[in-house]
């Protein structure tokens, strides 16, 4: 089909060339005889065009009635040319994108045990890229025509809708997917669709990102199993890079952290760099694996280096700790990382 397209393309492109050199000539051709360049303008418009409203000026010479004749013959068959290459072009786009389209739906109808994103801004897009990465089979749903132009020109599965609406989320197969994430930059539409989704599907995995802290509260009523707050998780980085900086070095590297997260993530572990609050259970913890997590490097506080931990290492509050543990960031940091009450 696509060399077809380019065919038809060229063929407009012929045509429009034709049309122009034959009148640029039959302009010249009538100035030539002393018309002046508006009125041998006017004349080759109303010839070509076949609108035939009248002669600018009489054509009582050989030379003038040669001009016409061949102006008629060569302009109006490049005009038939032109319009019926331009008709195929605009016929051949439409039917390509209705079957681009139809694929595309049969293909989200296939899908099964996937994953919808709901949201393709900056943390929809990386989403994505990261799950092709791991060749996940997802659909992205985005009501912003740009937005859904850009997910289907990276040649994701897509539907231009808002996830808002239940019958969105059931032509994305709501009822087979095994996770949904919704990242939209609203919290009240994210909360809506978390709600939508798990009356659709009850046990769905349901990710939902929250701007506002008191949003998480929201989400996880409405249905969530887990809240990423972004500016949380930003500043936390942030923080451990400034207060730990060398064990944070270590995995902050985008392209070192980008692989190790990748590799970890096929076994269902995550990595992150945390503190130990006062009177949290980290504080006191000797170096030992927990069901939950394993420490893989220490760094005390003010000491500026870090350490591999020797079986008995003591945490102490405010140390820097790199941790492994399994999928779920948010109870592990929650559960070791915050002071018990």
């Not at 041998?40 to 054509?59: I, K, N, Q, S």
């Not at 490049?78 to 605009?90: H, K, N, P, R, S």
């Not at 709501?174 to 046990?203: K, Q, W, Y």
Request: aromatic letters at 6%; glycine letters at 8%.
């Amino acid at each position: 089909m696509k060399w077809l397209s380019n065919s038809l393309a060229r063929n407009l492109i012929i045509g429009v060339v034709f049309v122009l050199i034959v009148s640029a000539i039959a302009v010249l051709a009538y100035m030539h005889n002393g018309w002046s360049f508006g009125d041998a303008l006017y004349m080759t418009v109303l010839t070509v065009y076949t609108v035939g409203y009248g002669e600018v000026h009489p054509l009582n010479t050989l030379e003038l009635r040669a001009i016409t004749i061949t102006l008629m013959v060569l302009g109006c068959t490049g005009m038939i040319y032109l319009t019926g290459a331009l008709v195929q072009f605009i016929t051949l786009s439409q039917i390509q994108q209705m079957l681009g389209l139809t694929r595309m739906n049969k293909q989200i109808d296939d899908l099964d045990d996937h994953i919808i994103i709901c949201g393709f801004g900056r943390t929809g897009s990386m989403l994505a890229k990261e799950l092709r990465a791991g060749k996940a089979q997802f659909v992205v749903i985005e009501p912003n025509h740009d937005r859904f132009m850009e997910a289907k020109e990276l040649g994701y599965l897509c539907i231009h809708a808002d996830a808002a609406e239940e019958s969105v989320l059931k032509q994305a197969g709501i009822e087979r997917a095994h996770a949904l994430a919704t990242v939209v930059a609203s919290d009240p539409v994210n909360v809506f669709i978390t709600l939508s989704a798990r009356s659709l599907n009850s046990t769905v995995q349901i990710i939902a990102r929250g701007e506002e802290p008191s949003t998480e509260k929201k989400l996880f009523q409405a249905g969530a199993n887990s809240v990423v707050l972004p500016a949380h998780i930003g500043a936390e980085r942030i923080a451990s890079m400034i207060l730990f900086p060398s064990i944070a070095g270590v995995i902050q590297s985008s392209e070192r952290r980008r692989q190790m997260e990748l590799d970890l993530r096929t076994l269902g572990l995550e990595i992150e760099v945390v503190v130990a609050a006062e009177g949290s259970a980290f504080a006191g913890l000797e170096r030992k694996a927990e069901c939950s997590f394993f420490i893989i490097a220490v760094e005390q506080a003010g000491s500026g280096k870090g350490e591999r931990p020797l079986p008995a290492t003591r945490v102490n509050p405010g140390d820097g700790i790199t941790i492994i543990g399994r999928s779920g960031r948010a109870n592990i940091l929650n559960k070791f990382a915050e002071a018990v009450r």
